[in-house]
């Protein structure tokens, strides 16, 4: 498909912190690093993974480009508009361009409103069209994530659903309002096999259809292969590696990409020897350091280098971005 | 039905009821529901024939009635079923009237004090910081007070309460045991993702406390004003034994304190029973049905073989 | 001789619409020392297979007919003591988020501790102390977070304490159920390595139930794949992955996006798992299976032997299916 190279949505220099609470008599409250100095382009028109295990940050960052948290340093651009630190009606008017597909099918849907409530909303919200009008789009909107017949699912209430049909109606909810970018906090962790891979297709198809803008946060990276056409892997805040998403999965550069990979269940093979083999058997023991966050586990760090200075994002290739010194091209 | 009514809209409806049907069939389940809500069927019905004595007959007027051939306390007979007090006026019709009084008074209170326990408890939860701490140090500081004692004071002062009065009162001082809960509930359903998604999609702060806070939180406040209608009767009842109540009102407890000012204590057991069996029994009756309520609206309480 | 043989098992549950057939007619056999894996989605009643065996139903589960024999006896004609003492010593189960089964506010050498006493009475707290320090050898977790909280481990960490425990009285037979499901990929690894290890250096069987086809295919030596209630398709792993002949299987398999091998469109099952209160008379998959007959959906699914140790319930299979 054929779309220009713009960038419509840009993290430049991001760090978000979260304080913890001391736990009764422990250690004093500490921050949290939950993003480190992140920079990210986004181009329209593509699905953009975001990989990483838990802790990683990259739910932290979905939160910040729907503006459910602020960042403490840092900007966020849509548009080439700047929109940290929004309020009042543009934040509103925000809201109609930037949408976001939560994680859990179960927990996303106001278990008192119906299926037709919960979908006109957000046109409800931002006073778009009148009643007929609405029902139309919203009818429309039901069609096109596969809840046919509308009128069927449209005075049902979630828990007569399963988990696939909630998180249709959850992509519905995002997608009624026509937005041009969709943050899809890992639509599919909570579903079954079957239902993951309609919910994928039916978000290739709202690409297609709508030409939005999608980001994709998930943990699996056959997912974000099937997905994305970029892909960035994030490891406790930070970006290890960037650029297309073959090009990452099929070579990867950083050693935190390479264990991610060894670590996935090989489908009937029994391979016992690991194809890249840089996670340690067992962490080095912490001490101050500054250096790169994967230091405690890589297999291959160097002792001085690595635990004093952080490694930046270095272009090997053709937009392949790895954050290591090591890194061969 | 409007223009502006759609065929969805319309099969909306149709799901009110089934849900009210679903519900009933759980809370049918539960034997103390079925006994509750037996007793208020009674006591409602006794509420509603508070008017036929008086028709019926002047003498029967529960206050001003007076039977002109008796003038003392006399026990059941065919002219009154259960009696007649000091003065020879008809006990039944007053029983009668004293469940209607109840029932006013009880659940007047009780929707009182929960609109507003609601409405705080949302508020304080939702908005949080300062507002929270101000809202919820008011509500301690009215907990604190002794409600009764309070109450007796202000009878004091003023003279004679009026009965609408004493259920404003009554609701002043029961509201922060409601926005207490509905609070803690609201703070658990602030953070979950419905909630972050109605802010996503651009719903401010009023629209997200109404149109998805509250209709989670109604549930509770219904099963919540169950248990005030027991602690509004209750109040009333005490006070106008201690002789603070509305003089012009006939409630169970003035009746009490009729009996027990005309030193008839142990003297008319007719008399005296039927108005505190009464009060214990509606009292008893609303809590059952607030338990039964309670399996129907959360889920998770229903017993198992129940699932669906 | 198998360790455990399970014939013709049905379980069912009463619930307010209705009886719920969750298994239908399960039989498979597990010999000491091997492993075997139930894969399905969320209502195939893979969970309900592992509580059966445990004799661990709710008040509303009955098993309605079948035997399950473990040891040479039948663990149906048992009676709850005599259950009581056959859990944990010789099969203990791993639950689903297991994790959160420990008790925060007690440590974690204490928790494992009490489950050997209590099973072994005449074990003092003394020999059971050494023996969660071996235990702890033997899963992986450092010997200095012994007498740590709960909260003061990781998730990984917290598992393999889950581990120890189900291993503390030396059983022949663990089920796991969705053991990794919570945790990251690199922990899961891990944990499944342990698993593995200690499976071969035991010689202790294990029934692996998940939902997550690919963590099976590298655990288990036998695969049970379960849809509706029923085992559809059974045999060792190679045969099940590398040449699956239900319809069920090969369409679950091509529902997985995969990150080597060609990047294919993936197609989901279409429709959706029958109810079972009021499950069909012929095959249950038939109303999605693209190879359905007029037969399927008439005619209860027979046991088809492909192979001496690779069966399937299904009518077109060995004609129409595969080579």
Known sequence: MEHVEETILEFDGIVKKYKTRAFLFGARGQDVVALNEINIKITRGEIFGLVGESGSGKTTAGRLIVRLEEPERGKIYLDGNEITGLKGKISKDYSRKVQMIFQDPYQSLNPQLSVYDTISEPLIIHKIGNGKARENVVLQTMKSVGLSPPHDFAHRFPHQLSGGQRQRIAIARAMVLNPEFVVADEPTSMLDASMSAQIFNILLDMRKQFNVTILFITHSLAAARYLCERIAVMYRGNLMETGPADDVLKNPKHPYTQALIDALPKFGNSRDVNRYDTLLRSERVPSEHIGCPFFLRCSCADQIKCSHEKPPLMRLGDSHSVACFYAEP | MTTADTGIELSERLQWMNRLIEGWSIYKKNLLGKIGIILLVLFALMALCSFIPPLLDPMYQPMAGVDPEISTATGPSTRHWLGTDFMGRDILSQLLTGARIAFMVGVSAAFMSVFLGTAIGMIAGYVGKFMDTLLMRLADMIMVMPALLVLLMLAALFGQLSIWFIVFFIALFRWPGVSRVIRAQTLSLKHRPFIEAAKVAGASNLRIIFRHIMPNVLPLSFLYMTFQVTSAIIIEAALAFLGFGDPGTVSWGMMLQWVWKTGHMFRAPYWLLPPGICISLITLSFYMLGRAMDEVLDPRLRKEGETD | MALLVVDNLSVGYQGQKGYLQALEGISFSLEAGKSLGFVGESGCGKTTLGMAVMRLMPSNGFIRNGRIIFDGEDLLEKTDEEMRRIRWQKIAMIFQSAMNALNPVHRVCNQIVEAIVTHSPLIDKKEAYEQVRDLFQLVGLPENRIRDYPHQYSGGMKQRAIIAMALACNPQLIIADEPTTALDVIVQDQILDEIKNIQTELNISVIYISHDISIVAD????????????????????????????????????????????????????GEAPNLINPPSGCRFSDRCAEARETCRRNHSVWLELAPTHKVLCHQCGKNCGQ
């Open chain 3, 219 to 270: 655990v288990c030596h036998h695969i049970g794949v379960m849809y509706a209630g029923q085992l559809v398709e059974y045999g060792a792993r190679e045969e099940v992955f590398n040449n699956p002949m239900h319809p069920y299987t090969r369409a679950l398999l091509s529902s997985y996006p995969t990150l080597t091998g060609e990047k294919s469109h993936l197609m989901p099952i279409p």
